[in-house]
């Protein structure tokens, strides 16, 4: 073990002269890369059921495949996973929930949550050191069951989501107070449908009514954010969704809220990389979904590739470290759902270190220059410079394993502890 600290520190020292050659501060970039947030999500941990309802069917148009063993059933078995999963990567995290994951002692319904229902969640959060992040949860409902929520045309309907919608704000807002970092509160519907809709303005025009009046309480951004996610389609609502791209484009630019970007969420050759700088030009701060699409919107693990590096890449570059929030949403029910945690994150992270170890001014000067043959050359070598010499020195100042070691914790526990989950 002490050989292989030590290899790990002269690899580093190597790979910090390499890089300074560049006129890149390895420690600098260390840094940024660890202090940079990222919200890791609570639903991969039991495939988006929560602890509302354990009979109930995740519906919405979205999808888990998969059966793997081991899945956490209670509260505490998903802060166990979690616990577990955050100690195997390294950097600032924080932790996403959704409504349905909230605790109560029978049956709470959406319309009557508290904040009390997330006192437990808080605690934990407040143990650790960590921020929340929330969402309300407009799916696997009865209320939800035709595919409309914010927008149906029941009038009844409408406000049993808008007082959801607003029980959560309260509850987000509550996040932020007792934790002292603000809470980005997302809200996703699956709103759209099947086949050819006759009012799309209709629709759409119930869903700004419904959404103004959620937001008509002033809430401190120093405890809370809202922020709105478009989608293209879902399974059963493939030929219209309501909150598309341009409407919550639109919808969070005049409303000076949060605009969130599903990777899964555009056309499949269309990047959400691409879009971070342009909203950051008419909307303040900005919500990721960081996800990997697969043909669809199929949330697939975070891999380090090109879209994800992309994206790390182009909020460095554009100097939007501060306000673009950084949460994950993916959920594979195939392999082990901790793994799975560690495995997206650590890309993602991977993937910010790297972006902050580049010469951005050298590429930016290269291309005002016109010299579009130097920045696609520097461009190719920093993929091959030895990053890696620094995830690990990394990894190794945090206590944790920079190679793929952390996957015999992760089995220990599948053996000890998720095996002995019927
Ligand atoms: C669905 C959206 C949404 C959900 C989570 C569970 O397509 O991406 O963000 O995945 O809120
Ligand atoms: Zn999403």
Not at 193 to 218: F, T
Request: net charge negative.
């Amino acid at each position: 073990m002490a050989n292989n600290l030590k290899n790990i520190e002269q690899a580093y020292e190597l790979a910090k002269a390499r890089y300074a050659e560049l006129g890149v501060d390895v420690e600098a970039a260390i840094k940024a890369a660890d202090e940079t947030p990222i919200s890791l999500h609570c639903w991969q941990g039991d495939d988006v059921g929560g602890f509302e309802n354990p009979e109930g069917d995740l519906s919405g148009g979205i999808q888990v495949t998969g059966s793997y063993p081991g899945k956490a059933r209670s509260p505490e078995e998903l802060r166990a996973d979690i616990d577990m999963a955050m100690s195997l990567i390294p950097g600032k995290q924080r932790l996403n929930l959704h409504a349905l994951y909230l605790e109560s002692e029978g049956f709470v319904d959406r319309d009557q949550i508290e904040p009390e229902h997330f006192a437990n969640w808080v605690n934990w959060a407040k143990g650790k050191g960590i921020g929340l992040d929330f969402n309300p949860s407009l799916f696997s409902h009865p209320k939800s069951a035709d595919g409309m929520t914010l927008t149906h045309p029941d009038a009844d309907v409408r406000a049993f989501w808008v007082e959801h919608c607003k029980r959560s704000r309260k509850v987000s807002e509550y996040f932020g107070k007792e934790l002292g970092t603000p809470s980005v509160m997302n809200i996703w519907i699956p709103d759209g449908s099947k086949d050819y809709p006759a009012d799309r303005l209709g629709s759409r025009s119930r869903l700004v009514e419904s959404l103004d009046e959620i937001l008509k309480e002033d809430i401190s951004r120093e405890f809370h954010k809202d922020a709105v996610e478009s989608k293209l389609f879902g399974i059963g609502a493939e030929a219209y969704t309501a909150g598309s791209n341009e409407f919550y484009l639109g919808y969070a630019a005049t409303r000076k809220i949060l605009l969130c970007l599903d990777a899964g969420h555009f056309h499949p050759t269309e990047v959400i990389s691409d879009k971070i700088s342009a909203v950051s030009l008419f909307v303040d701060e900005m919500l990721l979904h960081v996800s990997r699409p697969m043909r669809w919107d199929s949330d697939h693990i975070v891999l380090l590739d090109d879209e994800t590096q992309a994206i790390a890449n182009e909020i460095v570059r554009c100097g939007l470290v501060n306000r673009v929030n950084i949460g994950l949403d993916f959920f594979d029910a195939s392999v082990n759902r901790i793994g799975a945690w560690v495995l997206g994150t650590r890309n993602m992270r991977k993937a910010l270190l790297k972006a902050f170890l580049e010469p951005t001014e050298q590429l930016k000067k290269a291309e005002l220059e016109g010299n579009n043959t130097k920045r696609l050359t520097l461009m190719e070598e920093l993929k091959v410079m030895p990053w890696s010499s620094v995830w690990d020195y990394y990894c190794m100042q945090n206590g944790m394993p920079g190679g793929i070691e952390w996957l015999q914790t992760v089995e220990t526990y599948e053996t000890d502890v998720l095996s002995k989950r019927a």
